[in-house]
């Protein structure tokens, strides 16, 4: 068995990159078997453990692979082996021909083919991310997830990028007239509210083991930063405004009232705007002012209270 014996005691098998450059993971946990791809040689040196994205399990890298490169692999080692051993076969045919009038003849042929290989392709996934702290680049569907190589959580970083995106939409207002200026720097405020729920919300999920209370960690609102202040306090025994000062609080409280009246008043300041906030300036009955430079000092603080969250939670 010639051909056979030349295929050793092991087969090897290369997994290559989808035209963007990553290889496909799955998270082996039968509770996640969730689906991501990575980029290979970026990240940390060495042989780091994996971690899956979405719900943070961690074992070794070849354990995450899919099931579709597992079927590719055995359907490449099984196209070798019976290749190999067609080729094999082959050389034991043979073909005796008759003798005299009353000869047998005998031969052996040997037919078929060699296992197909099962081709695959990579998913499309929708987000891109480059972490910060290992630079290793993944996709993952969502936005929110653990960095494969060294585990840390996206979540402060997609804010941050988010609040980047807000302070281009308060430049771009000042260039505008007044309309659309105004059109701008409302929509920079309800995107900044909706960013932090968003953050807050994924923060306080992946530590609700750490909460007093964990089914009303995991469904946690900020949108009312008052009353989210309170109940992290009561779950987590955290105070969100520990790293900000009584003003900055403030002018949190006011500009997240500002996004209220505006998503459920067309703007409109009420009396429960001005009990909520002690806003002087304004008029019940009349349109909220929101300055953009208002806006822009709402991005600063947003990012100390945000940055001594999650430092807050991870030392607990």
């Not at 083919?113 to 702290?133: A, D, M, Q, W």
């Not at 009232?257 to 009349?286: N, P």
């Not at 300055?291 to 001594?308: D, F, G, I, Q």
Request: hydrophobic share 35%; aromatic share 8%.
């Amino acid at each position: 068995m010639k051909h056979i014996g030349r295929l050793g005691n092991s087969i090897s098998v290369r997994i290559e990159p989808d035209e963007d450059g990553y290889i496909g993971r799955e998270c082996p946990d039968p509770e996640c078997e969730s689906y991501f791809k990575v980029t290979p040689g970026i990240g940390l040196p060495g042989d780091p453990p994996c971690h899956c994205p979405y719900c943070g399990h961690t074992n070794e890298h070849k354990s995450f692979f899919t099931k579709a490169q597992i079927e590719y692999f055995n359907s490449v080692a099984m196209q070798k082996i019976s290749g190999a051993l067609l080729k094999d076969l082959k050389t034991l045919e043979f073909d005796y021909k008759p003798k005299g009038p009353f000869g047998i003849g005998l031969s052996m042929k040997v037919g078929g083919r060699s296992s197909p290989i099962r081709y695959y392709r990579e998913e499309r996934l929708e987000t891109e991310v480059v972490c910060e702290e290992c630079t290793l680049r993944y996709m993952i569907y969502g936005v929110f997830g653990f960095c494969p190589d060294c585990g840390v959580h996206n979540s402060l970083q997609i804010f941050n990028k988010n609040l980047e995106l807000v302070e281009k939409q308060v430049a771009l207002a000042l260039d505008q007239e007044q309309t659309l200026a105004e059109r701008l720097v409302e929509g920079a405020l309800k995107d900044c509210v909706s960013s932090l729920d968003g953050f807050g919300r994924e923060v306080c999920q992946i530590h609700t083991s750490k909460s007093l209370d964990t089914d009303r960690a995991r469904n946690l609102s900020f949108q009312n930063i008052s009353r989210a202040r309170q109940q992290i306090l009561e779950l987590f025994e955290i105070d969100i405004a520990g790293a900000i000062d009584a003003a900055q609080w403030s002018l949190v409280v006011q500009c997240f009232q500002k996004r209220h009246l505006l998503a459920h008043k067309m703007g409109v300041v009420d009396q429960a705007y001005i009990k909520a906030t002690k806003d002087s300036s304004a008029i019940e009955g009349r349109k909220v002012q929101i300055k953009p430079s208002e806006v822009a000092n709402l991005v600063e603080v947003l990012k100390k209270l945000a940055t001594y969250l999650v430092s807050a939670l991870g030392n607990k």
